[in-house]
């Protein structure tokens, strides 16, 4: 397995890729203050009481109340700074390091998401002569945080994005070259529910095809970065472990800033 530094740099370009649609300065931390406004609304009122609370309350507690209070809004204005870097100002989302990264285009390839899908107009503009597939696996029964519902009804999906089933995914076995994950493995909670979707996603993985998933990492630099919210995401040895569990192994694994992680996935055998 093979490991990587925070950036990839780009030393081959496709003609297509050189004009990938580009969003705007500040389009990221926008959507993550507005998918989940309430969770800022929530932390900024309890921030606020704290600090209040400190001044009331003339006891030894109180610089520890008042600074609880500064803790919070910290945290909350780090995360914030932090996702403008992730998504507004590093390589994440100009995929062309995508060319360097697999081992060759694909013919074939599918983007899976939970209804918010924000990268396959970006992988049609970089592949664009591969027959592709969108599937949707939000399931309401396993993803019951409030800003995937936001999210999915702010965003229309593309036209040719079908609603599946993530337990049976809707393709032949074989069908894929690449499989891209794109922060949408980690909304699926149970780990049982993991196994059963990387199975199907190793089911419809072609001979020589490849994973890309990327995601936040229950990590040091996303603890710090976003405090307790870091939970949400899995450890890079979940990972590593429901792969196994379908028989995909990583033959590559690298950064893209200290926040994401990107892991390539292929078939044991292969």
């Known amino acids: 397995m093979g490991t990587r530094g925070p950036e990839t740099r780009i030393t081959q370009m496709s003609t297509s890729a050189q004009n990938l649609p580009t969003a705007g300065k500040y389009d990221g931390v926008l959507q993550i203050i507005r998918y989940n406004w309430s969770l800022y609304a929530l932390t900024f009122l309890a921030a606020m009481s704290c600090v209040a609370a400190g001044e009331l309350v003339r006891n030894r507690a109180s610089g520890a109340i008042a600074g609880l209070g500064v803790t919070l809004l910290c945290w909350m204005a780090i995360s914030l700074f932090v996702s403008h870097y992730i998504y507004d100002r590093s390589s994440l989302y100009d995929f062309r390091w995508m060319l360097d990264t697999l081992p060759q285009q694909p013919s074939t390839w599918v983007n899976i998401?939970?209804?918010?899908?924000?990268?396959?107009?970006?992988?049609?503009?970089?592949?664009?002569?591969?027959?592709?597939?969108?599937?949707?696996?939000?399931?309401?029964?396993?993803?019951?945080?409030?800003?995937?519902?936001?999210?999915?009804?702010?965003?229309?999906?593309?036209?040719?994005?079908c609603a599946a089933d993530f337990r049976a995914l809707p393709s032949p076995t074989g069908t894929y070259d690449a499989v891209f994950l794109i922060f949408a493995a980690h909304e699926l909670r149970n780990r049982s529910s993991r196994r059963e979707f990387f199975a199907e996603i190793a089911r419809v993985l072609s001979a020589n095809g490849t994973v890309v998933m990327i995601e936040h990492l229950r990590d040091l630099p996303n603890f710090a970065a976003f405090g307790p919210g870091f939970l949400h995401f899995q450890s890079r040895q979940e990972w590593i472990r429901v792969a196994a569990s379908a028989d995909l192994a990583p033959v590559d694994e690298f950064s893209i800033t200290p926040f994401v992680r990107v892991f390539l996935l292929r078939h044991k055998n292969d």
Not at 133 to 146: A, C, V
Not at 147 to 159: H, K, T
Request: net charge negative.
């Open 113 to 161: 998401h939970c209804g918010l899908d924000q990268s396959s107009h970006l992988l049609s503009s970089l592949f664009p002569d591969a027959k592709r597939q969108m599937l949707d696996i939000f399931d309401p029964s396993e993803m019951t945080e409030p800003s995937i519902a936001r999210a999915r009804g702010s965003n229309a999906a593309p036209s040719k994005t």
